[in-house]
C-alpha cells in the first residue's frame, strides 16, 4: 500500500473493472448488479468514477453469447474497453459490425487496420470527469492471430510486436503528457508477464487493468503487482481471474503531479451478486427460454489450473462425445472448458455456458503418432509461462505427464474399459483411431497442427460440444455425477 497523503490537490479515482469473462451470460447477469452495487459505493465520495474491461468478455462464434456481450457492457455501463482475441473469434468484421450501436469505446494501441481506425476503435481516448483529464490506452496481444480459428478472419488487421507495442505506447504517453494529461490508465489484453514488463519500462503509466492470463489479483503488493516505472514513479496492476467468477474495484488517489500515492485494490465475488432481471430478460429475448434438461447430482468447482489440471467438466463432455458420436477417442482442448454447473435441475443453456464456443463437431482419422504428438505439444504446457495451449483432455485415452512437461506414459481404453498401453517413444504411424473434436481444433487451432484435419474428414457437423452432451444427459435415468476419475495426471 502507497503512503496516503493529505493534499488539497490530489484527485481521487474508483474503478470498477472486468476482464476474460468469457461468454458467460449467467456471470454478466450477476456482474449487472456487481455494477449497480459500484454505483451505489461510488454516490456520495465524490470521486472521479470509471467502468472498464480488459478484453475478452465475447466468446465464439454464437451471435446470441456476443450480443448478450455488448448488452452486459451498456447496462452496466462499462464505456471502456480493449479488445481480447475472442472478441474476434468471428472476425473482425463481423466484430465492427456488432459495436457500431454500442456506447463502449473501444481501445486498440497496436492494432494496425489497412484502411485506418474507426470511431468505434480508437488508439487512445481522453476521458474528462469533474475537471480531471484522464488517458486511456488499450493492448491486445501480439500472438492475437495464433488465438483465432482462422487468420484470415482478421482481413489485414496487424498487432505489433511487444518491442513495438512499447515504443508505441510510451509515444502516445509523451504525446498525453504534452497536453498536461497525467493521470494515464492502460486496459491490457496481453497477460501479466508482458504487464510487468510494461510497468518497468515505460514512463508516465500509473495504471494497468490487465487480461488474457487469468490471473486472479488480489491486494497490492510490491514486486507483484506494484511496480516502479524507469523515473520511479508506481504502476500499479490489476486482474480479476477468469470466466466473469469474480469483478474489481481500484480505488486510488493522485498527487498534483499525476503521481500515485494511495492505493486499494479490492477483488470480490459474482456469485455472492443476484441475476439482474433487465439482463436476464434480454438474454432470454436472444436465446429463447432455457429448458431444463435433467439433474445434477455431484457438481465440483473448475480446477484452480484448468489448463494443466484433469477437469471433470472435460471428462463429463468428452464421454458423452465419444458414446453419442460413436468414436474411439474424443478429444477436447482444456481452453475450450469456460464454467461449470450447480446440483439440481440443469438447463441446455447451463450446459452452453461450459464450453460456449459454438465450434462444430468434426470426426476424423488420427494416427497413433498424430495421437501421441498432440499429447507431447499439450504436456509442454505445464512448464510454458502462461500454461498455454494446455493439456489436452478426453475420453478413449489415460495419460501422464510430469511436471517437466514430458508425456510418460498413455494408454487407449476401448469402450469395453480395456486399457492397453500405447509406445509413446514409437507410435504406430499406421495404426488409427476414428477421433471427434471440434473444428477449432481440426484446423490446427492453438497450433495443434497435427490434428489438422479440416480437409480429410469423416464427417463435419452443425453443432458442438453441447448439443451432444443434452442428448447424452437426456438419456440418462439417473442425476448426472460430474468428477474426475484419473485419466489425466500431471506427477
Do not use: W
Request: with cysteine.
Amino acid at each position: 500500500m502507497i503512503t496516503p497523503i493529505n493534499n488539497v490537490n490530489s484527485v481521487k479515482a474508483d474503478i470498477f473493472y472486468v476482464n476474460d469473462i468469457h461468454g458467460q451470460v449467467p456471470k454478466m447477469e450477476k456482474l449487472v448488479t456487481a455494477s449497480r452495487a459500484f454505483d451505489r459505493f461510488v454516490k456520495d465520495r465524490g470521486t472521479d468514477t470509471f467502468k472498464v474491461s480488459a478484453g475478452d468478455i465475447m466468446l465464439g462464434q454464437h451471435e446470441p453469447t456476443n450480443q448478450s456481450a455488448i448488452n452486459f457492457l451498456d447496462i452496466a455501463g462499462i464505456t471502456l474497453s480493449t479488445i481480447g482475441n475472442h472478441e474476434l473469434d468471428k472476425g473482425i468484421r463481423p466484430f465492427k459490425e456488432l459495436i457500431k450501436t454500442a456506447k463502449t469505446q473501444f481501445l486498440g494501441t497496436n492494432m494496425n487496420f489497412p484502411q485506418g481506425s474507426d470511431d468505434k476503435i480508437t488508439p487512445v481516448t481522453i476521458k474528462e470527469i469533474n475537471g480531471h483529464k484522464y488517458g486511456f490506452l488499450g493492448i491486445q496481444p501480439s500472438s492475437l492471430t495464433a488465438r483465432i480459428k482462422d487468420a484470415s478472419y482478421m482481413e489485414g488487421v496487424t498487432i505489433d510486436s511487444p518491442e513495438q507495442t512499447i515504443k508505441e505506447l510510451q509515444e502516445h504517453i509523451d504525446n498525453l503528457k504534452k497536453q498536461g494529461i497525467n493521470k494515464i490508465i492502460l486496459l491490457s489484453h496481453a497477460g501479466i508477464d508482458y504487464d510487468k514488463k510494461i510497468a518497468k519500462e515505460l514512463d508516465g503509466l500509473d495504471i494497468i487493468i490487465g487480461g488474457h492470463s487469468h490471473d486472479l489479483i488480489k491486494d497490492v503488493k510490491n514486486g507483484e503487482n506494484l511496480f516502479f516505472s524507469k523515473s520511479g514513479e508506481p504502476v500499479i496492476i490489476t486482474q480479476a481471474g477468469r470466466d466473469g467468477n469474480n469483478f474489481g474495484v481500484l480505488s486510488v488517489e493522485f498527487d498534483e503531479k499525476g503521481v500515485l500515492k494511495n492505493i486499494q485494490n479490492s477483488v470480490f465475488d459474482t456469485q455472492k451478486y443476484n441475476k439482474s432481471l433487465v439482463m436476464t430478460t434480454l438474454t432470454d429475448s436472444l436465446f429463447g427460454k432455457p429448458q431444463v434438461v435433467g439433474k445434477v447430482a455431484v457438481a465440483p468447482p473448475m480446477p484452480e489450473s484448468p489448463l494443466t489440471e484433469e477437469n471433470p467438466y472435460a471428462d463429463f463432455l468428452a464421454d458423452a462425445i465419444r458414446s453419442e458420436m460413436d468414436v474411439d477417442i474424443a478429444i477436447i482442448n482444456s481452453a475450450n472448458l469456460r464454467g461449470s454447473l450447480n446440483v439440481g435441475d440443469v438447463t441446455d443453456r447451463d450446459i452452453s455456458s461450459i464450453t460456449p464456443f459454438r465450434n462444430r463437431m468434426v470426426k476424423t482419422y488420427l494416427t497413433e503418432k498424430e495421437l501421441v504428438d498432440a499429447l507431447k505439444f499439450g504436456a509442454k504446457s505445464v512448464v510454458s509461462h502462461d500454461k498455454k495451449p494446455g493439456l489436452l483432455m478426453g475420453s478413449g485415452i489415460r495419460y501422464t505427464v510430469s511436471r517437466q512437461g514430458e508425456l510418460l506414459s498413455l494408454n487407449f481404453v476401448d469402450k469395453q474399459g480395456n486399457s492397453k498401453p500405447v509406445d509413446i517413444n514409437n507410435p504406430n504411424p499406421n495404426k488409427k483411431y476414428l477421433c471427434a473434436y471440434d473444428d477449432f481444433l481440426a484446423k490446427g487451432g492453438d497450433r495443434f497442427s497435427m490434428l489438422n484435419k479440416i480437409d480429410n474428414l469423416v464427417e463435419y457437423y452443425d453443432y458442438d460440444k453441447d448439443t451432444v452432451a443434452v442428448n447424452y444427459i437426456k438419456k440418462m435415468n439417473k442425476p448426472l455425477t460430474i468428477r474426475t476419475d484419473g485419466r489425466v495426471q500431471v506427477v
